[in-house]
Protein backbone atom coordinates (compact mmCIF):
# COMPACT_ATOMS: atom_id res chain seq x y z
CA UNK A 1 0.00 0.00 0.00
CA UNK A 2 1.81 3.30 -1.00
CA UNK A 3 1.89 6.52 0.97
CA UNK A 4 0.99 9.59 -0.76
CA UNK A 5 1.98 13.46 0.37
CA UNK A 6 2.37 16.71 -1.03
CA UNK A 7 3.39 20.11 -0.67
CA UNK A 8 1.42 22.93 1.10
CA UNK A 9 0.60 24.24 -2.67
CA UNK A 10 -0.48 20.99 -4.11
CA UNK A 11 2.10 21.68 -7.08
CA UNK A 12 4.41 19.35 -5.92
CA UNK A 13 3.25 15.42 -4.96
CA UNK A 14 4.44 12.02 -4.40
CA UNK A 15 3.63 8.80 -4.00
CA UNK A 16 6.07 6.03 -2.40
CA UNK A 17 5.54 2.22 -2.71
CA UNK A 18 7.83 1.39 -0.05
CA UNK A 19 10.00 3.00 2.86
CA UNK A 20 13.13 1.88 3.57
CA UNK A 21 13.82 3.15 6.63
CA UNK A 22 11.53 4.83 9.95
CA UNK A 23 11.26 9.12 10.90
CA UNK A 24 14.63 10.15 11.86
CA UNK A 25 14.54 13.72 13.96
CA UNK A 26 18.01 15.40 12.77
CA UNK A 27 18.63 18.56 15.11
CA UNK A 28 21.33 20.00 12.72
CA UNK A 29 22.31 23.40 12.07
CA UNK A 30 21.19 23.31 8.52
CA UNK A 31 18.28 21.09 9.09
CA UNK A 32 16.96 23.72 11.81
CA UNK A 33 17.66 26.35 9.62
CA UNK A 34 16.14 25.07 6.65
CA UNK A 35 12.97 23.79 8.91
CA UNK A 36 12.56 26.81 11.60
CA UNK A 37 13.31 23.74 13.96
CA UNK A 38 14.25 20.44 13.62
CA UNK A 39 13.69 17.86 10.76
CA UNK A 40 11.91 14.45 10.91
CA UNK A 41 12.87 12.62 7.60
CA UNK A 42 11.78 9.33 6.38
CA UNK A 43 14.00 7.65 3.71
CA UNK A 44 12.80 5.70 0.53
CA UNK A 45 14.63 4.33 -2.51
CA UNK A 46 14.26 6.51 -5.39
CA UNK A 47 13.05 3.86 -7.66
CA UNK A 48 10.13 3.70 -4.91
CA UNK A 49 8.90 7.27 -5.24
CA UNK A 50 7.19 8.72 -7.91
CA UNK A 51 7.04 12.69 -7.98
CA UNK A 52 4.32 14.74 -9.90
CA UNK A 53 5.91 18.18 -10.34
CA UNK A 54 9.43 18.20 -10.57
CA UNK A 55 10.12 21.11 -12.21
CA UNK A 56 8.77 23.01 -9.28
CA UNK A 57 11.16 21.63 -6.98
CA UNK A 58 14.00 23.59 -6.22
CA UNK A 59 17.01 21.96 -4.73
CA UNK A 60 19.34 23.79 -2.95
CA UNK A 61 23.18 22.63 -2.11
CA UNK A 62 23.66 23.39 1.58
CA UNK A 63 26.93 20.93 1.86
CA UNK A 64 29.39 19.24 -0.68
CA UNK A 65 27.83 15.87 -0.54
CA UNK A 66 23.83 16.30 0.06
CA UNK A 67 20.92 18.65 -1.73
CA UNK A 68 17.85 19.92 0.30
CA UNK A 69 14.64 19.88 -2.04
CA UNK A 70 11.54 22.23 -1.21
CA UNK A 71 8.76 23.58 -3.35
CA UNK A 72 9.87 26.57 -4.54
CA UNK A 73 6.50 28.17 -4.60
CA UNK A 74 5.25 27.70 -1.09
CA UNK A 75 8.42 26.84 0.47
CA UNK A 76 7.33 22.85 2.12
CA UNK A 77 10.83 21.57 2.38
CA UNK A 78 10.41 17.90 1.40
CA UNK A 79 13.34 15.72 0.29
CA UNK A 80 17.44 15.12 1.06
CA UNK A 81 19.34 13.57 -0.97
CA UNK A 82 22.59 12.81 -0.74
CA UNK A 83 25.35 12.14 -3.93
CA UNK A 84 25.72 9.07 -5.23
CA UNK A 85 23.11 7.14 -3.28
CA UNK A 86 19.86 5.17 -4.01
CA UNK A 87 17.52 6.78 -1.46
CA UNK A 88 16.18 10.18 -0.68
CA UNK A 89 15.16 11.01 2.92
CA UNK A 90 11.31 12.12 3.06
CA UNK A 91 10.26 14.88 5.20
CA UNK A 92 7.19 12.92 7.09
CA UNK A 93 5.63 16.32 7.46
CA UNK A 94 4.50 16.32 3.86
CA UNK A 95 3.13 12.35 3.82
CA UNK A 96 -0.72 12.14 4.44
CA UNK A 97 -1.50 9.33 6.93
CA UNK A 98 -2.01 6.81 7.69
CA UNK A 99 1.74 6.04 7.45
CA UNK A 100 2.81 3.20 9.61
CA UNK A 101 5.55 5.08 10.51
CA UNK A 102 7.63 6.02 13.69
CA UNK A 103 10.38 8.29 14.98
CA UNK A 104 12.89 5.92 16.43
CA UNK A 105 15.97 8.42 16.24
CA UNK A 106 17.39 11.68 16.80
CA UNK A 107 20.73 12.51 15.72
CA UNK A 108 22.91 16.29 15.68
CA UNK A 109 21.71 16.66 19.30
CA UNK A 110 25.03 18.04 19.89
CA UNK A 111 23.36 20.76 17.93
CA UNK A 112 19.75 21.10 19.09
CA UNK A 113 18.11 24.30 20.09
CA UNK A 114 18.29 25.56 23.88
CA UNK A 115 14.47 26.13 23.94
CA UNK A 116 13.18 22.46 23.99
CA UNK A 117 13.96 18.98 25.19
CA UNK A 118 13.91 15.60 23.78
CA UNK A 119 11.60 13.55 25.78
CA UNK A 120 10.52 10.78 23.67
CA UNK A 121 12.23 7.17 24.39
CA UNK A 122 13.79 7.49 20.67
CA UNK A 123 17.67 6.73 21.03
CA UNK A 124 19.73 9.86 20.62
CA UNK A 125 22.51 10.40 19.10
CA UNK A 126 25.10 13.96 19.71
CA UNK A 127 26.39 13.53 15.87
CA UNK A 128 25.31 11.58 12.84
CA UNK A 129 24.15 7.83 13.73
ZN1 LIG B 1 4.20 23.95 -3.05
ZN1 LIG C 1 20.41 17.73 9.75
Redesign the pocket.
Given at each position: MSVSG???????KIEVARFDRDVVACHCVQCRKQSGHHFAATRAQQDDVSIT?EQ?IKWFKASKHAERGF??????VMFWKQREVSHISILAGCLDGPTGLKLTRHIFTDDKGDYYDITDDADTYPQAD
Open positions: SCLCGRVGDCQHCGS
